[in-house]
């Protein structure tokens, strides 16, 4: 994988202009993110970018804006456009999108005892 | 390693993701985020690298966009939005189950709107201290009581920190007498796994008896 060079579109760019939080699929920092096709003809710049990123393997969209080096904002933006159109399978951070609850917290606390 | 302040600029400047990214394990892990949040140079970025299997990668994050419509920027196009590194890193738990993050976030009250918009979801947080600035720590407790977080305090113990008993900075900082604190150094593996254990047993003792059936 290559490493993203300081980006010459600007953020507002890469948004094509949109400034308004519509369509956004609940994307979150910790959505995770995994290339599910082919990039679809016609996207590049950023969305080739964050399509080939996440081709080999599946990251958060956090780490994906750092390797991109683009704001989070910006690539809520682009990673909804790339699920829209089918190039990108999103999932929640907890999958079964269960919120919070004492199994959880029980089984992190667990994994972290076991750290030491 | 260095202890050298984590003022945003010196994030952006240092910290390049290098070389290829580091994937999640295919084992569908749960994804849990705990805030590790303080004054600036308190070593937030020191521990969340010693705690990170991954060279901390950081995201740039305007202070409009965050969690205003970004709409706000366009209508003052003369200022440039306020842009803020945050850094963070992760660890795999349980045998690729668990995947926690690590978010170092600014504890200063004008970060207020970032800090509710990267807090969303978060189990917890951990504020550390320097005890030679405890006061510099309120806007971070504020910040983290106002988003309804659950948060432990750790002292970061600099090399040249003067002694000072635990029970004097629980007063000096009016700590709840539930609310954890603990002592690490920022550097020290050891004592950063003893923290988040400290918080996420806090976590956990508040949160309801079984939720759902």
């Known amino acids: ?116 | 390693m260095d202890f050298a302040p984590s003022s945003s600029s010196a994030v952006l400047a240092g910290d390049a993701p290098s070389g290829a990214p580091a994937y999640l394990p295919p084992t569908d892990p749960v994804l849990m985020k705990l805030m590790v949040s303080g004054p600036f140079g308190v070593g937030k970025t020191t521990f969340v690298r010693t705690l990170s299997e991954i060279p901390t990668l950081h995201t740039e994050e305007t202070m409009t966009a965050a969690s205003v419509p970004v709409d706000d920027v366009s209508r003052t196009p003369g200022k440039t939005a306020t842009t803020v590194a945050v850094d963070f890193g992760r660890i795999t738990l349980a045998d690729g189950d668990f995947v926690l993050y690590l978010f170092g976030t600014p504890g200063q009250r004008r970060f207020l709107p970032l800090w509710e918009d990267l807090a969303r979801g978060a189990l917890g947080a951990l504020v550390l201290v320097d005890t030679r600035r405890l006061a510099d720590a309120f806007d971070a407790m504020d910040l983290i009581e106002e988003a309804g977080l659950p948060y432990a305090v750790a002292v970061n113990r600099f090399p040249d920190t003067p002694p000072i008993a635990l029970d004097a900075v629980r007063a000096a900082l009016d700590l709840d007498p539930a609310t954890p604190l603990v002592e690490c150094d920022a550097r020290e593996r050891a004592g950063c796994v003893d923290a988040l254990i400290a918080l996420t047993e806090h976590v956990l003792d508040r949160l309801p008896p079984e939720s759902a059936p």
């Open chain 1, 1 to 116: 994988m290559t490493t993203p060079r300081r980006r010459l579109v600007p953020a507002y760019l890469a948004t094509h202009g949109r400034t308004a939080a519509a369509g956004t699929h609940g994307l979150d920092r910790l959505s995770v993110l995994h290339a599910a096709a082919d990039l679809p003809a016609g996207l590049g710049g950023e969305h080739r970018q964050l399509w080939e990123l996440v081709r080999p393997g599946a990251l958060t969209l956090a780490e994906a804006a750092a390797h991109l080096r683009l704001p989070v904002s910006a690539t809520v933006f682009v990673a909804a456009d790339l699920a829209e159109r089918g190039a990108l399978s999103v999932r929640a951070p907890i999958p079964s999108a269960q919120p919070v609850n004492r199994d959880l917290a029980e089984r992190l606390l667990s994994g972290l005892r076991a750290l030491k």
